[in-house]
């Protein structure tokens, strides 16, 4: 009997090759699975498991997946208001965690001998997987075809082509990668440093040309209404997706240095994840402590440079995770938006939890509950030390 591999497969140029090669040239059984993250519709799931199948896989397997990654990772992204160097919601880097977590699980329920993915030598992503599988299958042995021969694309595909597989150089310009938590865009552009994508690379056209007003409620951190509309997190979050993207909100190219240590740019839109995070981080301004909020921000930054790197079962993740929940206690409200073509303003907030209340002062302006002599001891006690400093220092 053949040994079994079981193949990552998201259907393009990759994982194409890989499925002809892993069954031909290394005469394996080969069982493909496409982990769904929230980026496919019912529609494309099903034309990707045509297409496993006419590449000669024993069996497909889709594992939807968006539920446990929004309630295991996503929502820890918004509670710290994660952005990867300021910029990128770690569309990627998060749902590869997931991925690989869902098909470590799926090798073991099937009792494969191997466990293949379509990375390439120069990218995360064969860090992130390998890693994982490391860590949640150190028996089974990993095959990564592209990696091992180094191949290129034209290559990849004049392999398909003597395999009687047909596969268009065009469709091959883009590389896109759609999940939840947005979509990813590589090509020749971004290979540079100075050129961005043209329009016709971007996955959402830009059909909207007004201006827009929306309300978004937060209970507890998490996003569960629009404009008066209830919704469970994640369809709240496809939601906004839907009525934001068009306006082209949230695209953008993010520059960033991979776990093996050459600088990468990548495009993605993401709308959504870039609307929530920052109305989040809004309403928590209004909602936390100044303490809450410092230590927040460097846990939020660890916490989102670890995940992009790979570690999300290092124990210390979860450690954070208990953290970061327990300060969202109290970030619960309504968040006001405005949308214009590729651009949002976060108007403004409504919370009964809001420490602006004018019951203490008004910044700037009023104060109720302290006077100006309190104000003067204060003064001089908080800044008591650094004056003995400069006393003690004073001419040295």
Known sequence: MKKKVVLAFSGGLDTSFCSIYLSQDRDLEVHSVL?????????????????????????????????????????FLVFGNVLKNATYPLSVSAERVSQAT????????????????????????????????NILIPGV?????????????????????????????????????????????GGKETLTSNQTLPEEAWPTQVTETGSRDIELLFEKGELVGINGHSYNPVDAIQKLQAIAQPYGIGRDIHVGDTIIGIKGRVGFEAAAPIIII?????????????????????????????????????????????????TQAMVSGKVFVRLHPYRFQVIGIESEHDLMSNKFGSYGEMNNTWSGEDVKGFSKIFGNQVMIWNKVNEGK
């Open 35 to 75: 982990v769904n993250t929230g980026g496919f519709s019912a529609e494309e799931l099903k034309q990707i498991e045509e297409r496993a199948y006419a590449l000669g896989v024993a069996s497909h397997a889709v594992i939807d997946e968006t539920q446990n990654y929004y309630q295991s990772c996503i929502k």
């Open 102 to 133: 869902a098909i470590a699980n799926y090798v073991k329920k099937i009792g494969a001998d191997y466990v293949a993915h379509g990375s390439t030598g120069a990218g995360n992503d064969q860090v992130r997987f390998d890693m994982i599988f």
């Open 141 to 185: 042995e990993i095959i990564t075809p592209i990696r091992d021969l180094k191949l290129s694309r034209e290559a990849e595909i004049e392999y398909l082509q003597k395999h009687g597989v047909e596969y268009s150089a065009e469709k091959a310009r883009y590389s896109i990668n759609k999940g939840i938590w947005g979509t990813s865009v």
């Open 278 to 326: 920052k109305a989040h981080h809004t309403l928590e301004k209004h909602t936390l402590t100044k303490w809450q909020l410092s230590w927040k921000d460097q846990l939020g930054s660890f916490y989102g440079n670890w995940l992009h790197e790979g570690q999300f079962h290092d124990p210390i993740m979860r450690n954070i995770e208990a953290f970061l929940a327990d």
